[in-house]
């Protein structure tokens, strides 16, 4: 989906109310593959929503995950490194 496409993002939330989003995205994940749909974003916005994505892995400890990830994503990982 090209990011013009999207009129709007709706939250449903647990208690049922929902919460209409005027600026974001959402990352879908469909197995291995991740879909992005942006909503009025801006170029340096995709890197500031990165930014904010690495510091909540770091927060949540997953910083050795991230690297394996990355480095196996980025055609860095050895076979050695991937078992």
Request: glycine share 10%; charged share 25%.
């Amino acid at each position: 989906m090209e990011p013009g496409d999207v009129t709007g993002i709706t939250l449903k939330m647990e208690d049922g109310t929902l919460k209409e989003v005027n600026k974001g995205l959402v990352l879908q994940m469909i197995g291995d593959d991740m879909h992005v749909d942006l909503l009025h974003f801006a170029p340096l916005d995709i890197i500031r929503a990165g930014v904010g994505i690495i510091s909540t892995i770091q927060q949540m400890g997953l910083q050795v995950e991230f690297e394996k990830l990355f480095a196996y994503y980025a055609g860095l990982a050895t076979d050695q490194e991937e078992e």
